[in-house]
Structures are given as C-alpha cells and as structure tokens.
C-alpha cells in the first residue's frame, strides 16, 4: 500500500509540475517596418503606395513560430502614394470610401512551416466592408537586439488579392488597373 502511495505521491508531483508554455508576445517595431502596395497601370508601370498609419502584433509559444498568430490593422485614410491628387482620389467613393471603411485587418488563422525560414499564412483580410480569405507568403529571419539584448524576428510578407473581390473599383477596366493588388510587408517584431 506505501508504494501505491508513494507512487501516486511521485505522479501527482511530476504531473502537476509541467506548466502549460505561454505564448510569447511579439511587437511591432516601426521605425523599421513598412506596409505597402503594388497595383499596375494601364498595364505597363506598377504603381506603389504605403500606409503611414498601422500596426500588428504576433503570439507564439514556439521557437520556430509554427504555431504563430498574427494581426495587422492598417489606417485607409493614411494611404500614401506621392501624389497627394491620387491619394484623395483612392480615398474617396470610386476606390476606398474611407469615409465609411477607414481601417483594414489581416487576422491570421495557420501560421505553416514550409521549409527553413518559410511560411504560409492563411487568415481573414478585411477591406472595404468585406472579408475574405487570402494565403500569404513569409519569410523569417531571428536575432538579438545588440543594446536590449532582447530576441528579434524579421518578417518579409507578400500576397496578392483583387481589387474586385473586395468591390473597389469594379467598373474601372483590368486594362487601366490590375485587378490583382499585391502586399508586401517588411516586418520587425520584439520580444515583449
């Protein structure tokens, strides 16, 4: 019976011992981080554009990040192309209408290992109004901060998406604007 005991004593220590790993939180650094676009005009020239405005946070309980999640939110009324006539017109009613959805979400949903320092991230994008599932793909590299000392992770983020499933600009022609908009994300995040 003391072995019974004793053993039910060893078990319940070693059991009740391991604690669940938390996920670590992950910040945005951004003065080194940017969120841009790209669209093609009248078929010939790519025409890119940033958000002044945004900000995203990632979670992970793993080294690697295999088990990561990620949201962005991004400010529409801070859309920067250079040219401050574009920029009104993208805001307004024919492209954006930031009057009535002035932000965007990424919300991941897989966070996907797919080779060394490469993902697929699969979530929901929120633009317009509307919400639809987009893959994008990552690349990752790690280090230590040399004056913190604290671990960082740089992310670089691309996808694309069209313009028309998110209902901007249908009746503007393929021909004078891509439908597919690609995102491209330089990401640094810091251990929190």
Wanted: charged content about 25%; aromatic content about 10%; glycine content about 6%.
């Amino acid at each position: 019976m003391k072995k019974i005991i004793l053993l039910f004593t060893v078990l319940s220590i070693v059991l009740f011992s391991f604690k669940p790993v938390e996920p670590s939180t992950w910040v945005l650094d951004k003065s080194h981080s940017k969120l841009s676009f790209t669209i093609t005009h009248m078929m010939v020239t790519d025409c890119e554009g940033w958000f002044k405005k945004w900000d995203a946070t990632l979670t992970s309980s793993k080294e690697d990040f295999s088990d990561a999640t990620v949201e962005m939110t991004g400010d529409a009324t801070s859309i920067n192309t250079e040219d401050e006539g574009r920029d009104k017109h993208i805001k307004g009613p024919d492209f954006l209408d930031v009057e009535k959805f002035n932000t965007l979400t990424f919300k991941s949903k897989l966070f996907k290992k797919v080779g060394d320092n490469a993902y697929k991230v699969t979530g929901d994008f929120t633009l317009h109004g509307i919400t639809k599932e987009i893959q994008l793909d990552v690349t990752c590299r790690t280090g230590t901060h040399p004056k913190t000392k604290k671990a960082i992770a740089g992310f670089k983020i691309s996808g694309t998406f069209k313009r028309t499933d998110f209902g901007i600009a249908i009746p503007v022609s393929g021909a004078i604007l891509s439908d597919e908009i690609a995102i491209i994300a330089n990401t640094e995040f810091d251990k929190n």
